[in-house]
DNA sequence: TGATTTATATACCGAACGGTACTAATATTA
DNA sequence: TAATATTAGTACCGTTCGGTATATAAATCA
């Protein structure tokens, strides 16, 4: 694993032969990999490759190729959950902070150098859940964690009286989220972005009760 | 490929050693390796364990573990749209289709040795799709089929007044479809039928405008 | 400057991979 | 029953897999 040494964090060379690599550069870039080819398929080769390291380094770094994709794993999840707290603002009316939701997920999901790739969780994780049960625990947490986000942000909206439905925050929510998970999957499909964007304001709509 | 003679085709044996498998069940039991693994993570001798079926022979059939999952994607699409075809009915009111639609989808989900599995073309081929096209190009395939028996039926129900909506049958389809793309996943990431069912319901009521 | 520490780089390991010759078995046909 | 056709089964092919032993390079520390 990576360790820093307190020499180092506080500004002070550590003792060895310094890196060559940034370690969040060089995760960043694995997860690009895993990303693109899934977890299996993505060779340890094609790891070093897109990571500039060779393999007893990324060894050392992150552990076996299991550790390093969980690793990845994590460190999307942080990356997406700061995104959509940051789109779904309580300050905007309801509608307005979902199509933050929905148009930021459209832009981390059609990224990608060789073409839209969706989300990361569901597009790598999904496949090795029903074999890999510490992969489905970070799959599930993952899903569930956009829920009550989202769940958190229906409940302020009935609260308030910004929104009105028999539907429960907690079911609102679910079919929020599955509105997301299916941007994801279209758009690994290769769905345009204009259908995804049009789906996500289908689903703003009905959400919020709108037309 | 598996080839039939004509004499078979008539009833009488064919020329050489006869078949011990079944064409039809062991694509069936090759699929379900799949769907349990993945493409990728499933190897040769995974599928033909599955298949009662030894390497040469599997090879002989159905061509290589390429051409072989292409075919058990077929298969699957096969059944997926007559299992639609046969839930979304258009002679019970537009709610109940839908329910039907979606008790029917989360059976399928559910089912599976391993536990649940969800959909086998969102479980496997979405995470293929973006390096090899021709699987992407099934998959895209897989959600537009869909797509385009809901819109079918939005479009019946809008034109039959069953439904009052600003949102055309093209998007609400593709919301529909999206519901049921998150319940393939929640299912392969374990969440419960209670939680399937729930979120169904809720889908169902949002985009009939009841509640 | 020599010892120590840490990282890089090469080369290699045994195992598993997808795929295939080759042989044996089992049927029809002549 | 001999010839032919088709399948089943074994054993093996070269390649790639994930992972590691070993040697070298580059820094600090004493």
Redesign the pocket.
């Known amino acids: 694993m990576?360790?820093k040494?307190s020499?180092h964090h506080l500004g002070?060379?550590?003792?060895?032969?310094?890196?060559?690599?940034d370690p969040g550069q060089a995760l960043a870039r694995v997860t690009a990999a895993f990303w693109d080819a899934g977890y299996?398929?993505?060779?340890?080769?094609?790891?070093t490759d897109a990571a500039?390291?060779?393999?007893?380094?990324?060894?050392?770094?992150f552990?076996?190729?299991?550790?390093?994709y969980m690793t990845s794993l994590e460190q999307y999840r942080a990356m997406g959950r700061e995104a959509m707290r940051e789109a779904l603002s309580y300050e905007l009316p309801l509608a307005d902070a979902l199509r933050r939701v929905y148009t930021r997920a459209i832009e981390i999901y059609t990224a990608g150098d060789h073409g839209a790739r969706g989300c990361f969780l569901i597009g790598t994780a999904a496949t090795e859940s029903v074999l890999d049960p510490k992969i489905r625990r970070v799959f599930a947490d993952g899903l569930h964690e956009l829920d009550e986000q989202l769940e958190a942000r229906f409940a302020h909206a009935l609260e308030h009286g910004e929104l009105k439905s028999e539907i429960g925050a907690g079911d609102l929510a679910r079919v929020a989220c599955g509105i997301m998970n299916s941007l994801a999957l279209r758009a690994r499909a290769g769905d345009s972005r204009q259908v995804l964007e049009a789906t996500a304001e289908a689903g703003v709509r009905l959400l919020c009760r709108l037309g």
């Open positions: 990576v360790k040494s020499a002070r060379r550590p003792r060895g032969r310094p890196r060559t690599y299996s398929a993505a060779s340890l080769e094609d790891l500039g390291m060779n393999k007893p380094s990324l060894y050392g770094a552990g076996n190729k299991h550790a390093l």
